[in-house]
């Protein structure tokens, strides 16, 4: 029987995780796990987040509600591998060996590093370096697919750009293009202000949040005056109900927008409660979350291995 494609992708453990995380990306994982079509690799993007989170205990703990807000929402660790990228040192290494490929223009058209400079923050080399580390995670595993939203298009194109650098220099076929899988409809989930939801626009309505952050979050959805169906609470209402509920409902509350965000804050609610009720008990259980890392670190590592052999031998460090 030929070998199933691979699927790969990760989550940095930076900020609390929200709805734009959830319906972007981490429940198209689910979706696309359950068909059993992919080997799926998923994992804990912790050395990408150091550019941003330098905390130890802040990295333990957000590391940790990761791996269990993937098992919450329904992931199932004996079909997923899971593991955290600092537990697979062949990340880091590939990601050397694409820096001797890669220029500097190239990085430099990079979008993340492009909004940074305009912000004209101090870029940190692991910031300007970010695309390699990432083209390093998805192309050791051989990934067919990558799910993500459409905020990562660019850096997975980045990654298949240098798969293919890689081949032809080496005159080798180490390398599978990976492609990008991102769900049209909800490529970008809105946040509150109506800009991408996002934890460094603050925008962000949190998916393991309490009742009162959660009704927060929603009251502080950005609405005009203008008596039209409040867009932004639509957007964020379609992704828990049908639109055709939605017509009805908003046709019946036209212009009384804390009304239609109360019915959101109540939908939102009745859709979260199963997957908080799992994360609750997952907390109560913290051996599952290590047992899950360990297994997850000893597959990775031998899938890696083998393919840093395959590099090895076409650079001639072997
Ligand atoms: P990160 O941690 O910022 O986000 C995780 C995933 O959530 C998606 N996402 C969204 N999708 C739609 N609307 C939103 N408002 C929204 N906010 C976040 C992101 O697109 C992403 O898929 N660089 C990656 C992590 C990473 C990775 C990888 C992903 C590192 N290596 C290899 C795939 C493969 C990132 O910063 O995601």
């Keep these: 029987m030929a070998e199933k494609p691979v699927l790969v992708s990760g989550v940095k453990p930076t900020g609390d995780l929200h ?11 689910v979706e696309l796990t359950k068909e059993g079509k992919y080997k799926p690799y998923i994992f804990v993007a912790d050395y990408h987040a150091l550019n941003t989170m330098q905390d130890a205990e802040e990295m333990r703990r957000r590391t940790r509600e990761i791996v269990m807000a993937y098992i919450a929402i329904g992931l199932d660790p004996k079909e997923v591998t899971f593991f955290k990228q ?30 940074a400079e305009a912000k004209n923050k101090e870029i940190n080399v692991g910031t300007f370096n970010y695309p390699m580390l990432m083209a390093a995670d998805i192309l050791l595993y051989d990934a067919a697919v990558v799910p993500v939203g459409q905020d990562q298009k660019q850096h997975i194109e980045i990654a298949r750009d240098t798969a293919e650098k890689f081949n032809r220099i080496y005159k080798s076929e180490v390398f599978t293009l990976p492609e990008p899988y991102i769900m049209g409809e909800v ?22 949040g309490s009742t009162d952050e959660l009704s927060k979050a929603v009251m502080s959805i950005v609405t005009d005056s203008s008596g039209q169906r409040p867009e932004n609470v639509y957007a964020v209402h379609k992704l828990v109900r049908s639109e055709r509920e939605l017509e009805q409902i908003y046709a019946e509350h036209k212009g009384k927008y804390k009304e239609l965000k109360e019915i959101l804050i109540t939908d939102l609610e009745r859709y979260l409660a199963p997957i908080r009720a799992k994360y609750e008990e ?35 460090v072997n």
């Design 282 to 316: 997952l907390k109560e259980n913290p051996s599952i979350v290590d047992d899950v890392l360990v297994a997850g670190k000893r597959e990775a590592r031998v899938v890696s291995e083998a393919k840093m052999e395959q590099v090895r031998a076409a650079i001639g």
């Design 86 to 115: 600092s537990d697979v040192p062949a990340h880091t290494e590939l990601c050397w060996i694409f820096d001797t490929l890669t220029t500097m223009p190239y990085l430099m058209r990079a979008h993340a590093f492009k909004d």
């Design 19 to 29: 709805i734009g995380n959830y319906f972007g990306a981490m429940r198209q994982f």
């Design 187 to 208: 490529a970008v989930v809105p946040g509150t202000d109506g800009r991408k939801m996002s934890k460094s626009y603050g925008n962000v309505i949190p998916l393991f």
